[in-house]
């Protein structure tokens, strides 16, 4: 059977930040199956419907730009599959995609902290080292290719396959000077090495 790639685009907010990694792929496959798109599945005694993320988000963070491609028997729009969906995982495009999530170079993440730190800024502006696994310490300004601080944290972060920062590592960071109460993320745009935005 010949199959047609689809990159769906979409937001995964609200209650829905909540549904873990592995959740998310039965999400898409039982959705899917109820729009009636028919998904190119794996090979094998147990078949699975080919569906491939951008990334990884960890769990109870926000995003405004997530994707996923998968292989379809017929071309698909939003409109047809978006009423599908659970809350919170809200449809915003479907195309047929030309590039490949491996020029994915950086991610933009908004991170709100409470209480607001007024002197947040000067925490970033020289060496901030922090454990990004055990044993394993980096310089965060490695990894930071910018990062604005009003009201939260507009940072843009390496998120490409050799160098990758979780923005929870940021907020690490500051709660290792300040006190922090609580805090969250959003994932607001992805880039490439030009900095273009990524589709």
Do not use: W
Request: contains cysteine; glycine residues 4%; charged residues 25%.
């Amino acid at each position: 059977m010949d199959y047609k790639p689809v990159r769906i685009k979409f937001e995964k907010a609200g209650i829905a930040k909540y549904i873990s990694h592995l959740d998310l792929n039965r999400v898409f496959a039982r959705s899917l199956a109820r729009a009636g798109v028919g998904l190119a599945h794996s090979e094998g005694f147990n078949p699975r419907p080919k569906i491939v993320f951008a990334s990884t988000l960890s769990l109870g963070l926000e995003s405004f730009c997530e994707y996923a491609d998968i292989k379809t028997t017929e071309p698909i729009t939003a409109a047809r599959i978006k009423n599908f969906f659970p809350q919170g995982i809200n449809i915003l495009d479907a195309y047929e995609p030309d590039t490949s999530f491996k020029i994915i170079d950086k991610t933009k993440f908004r991170i709100f902290i409470s209480p607001h730190i007024e002197t947040l800024d000067t925490l970033f502006l020289g060496d901030v080292f922090a454990e990004k696994k055990p044993g394993v310490n980096i310089n965060l300004k490695d990894y930071i290719c910018s990062l604005q601080t009003d009201k939260f944290i507009d940072a843009v972060l390496k998120t490409n396959q050799e160098m990758f920062l979780n923005p929870e590592i940021i907020v690490r960071a500051v709660s290792a000077k300040y006190a922090v109460d609580s805090y969250s993320i959003q994932k607001i745009e992805m880039y490439d090495k030009n900095n273009m935005v990524f589709k």
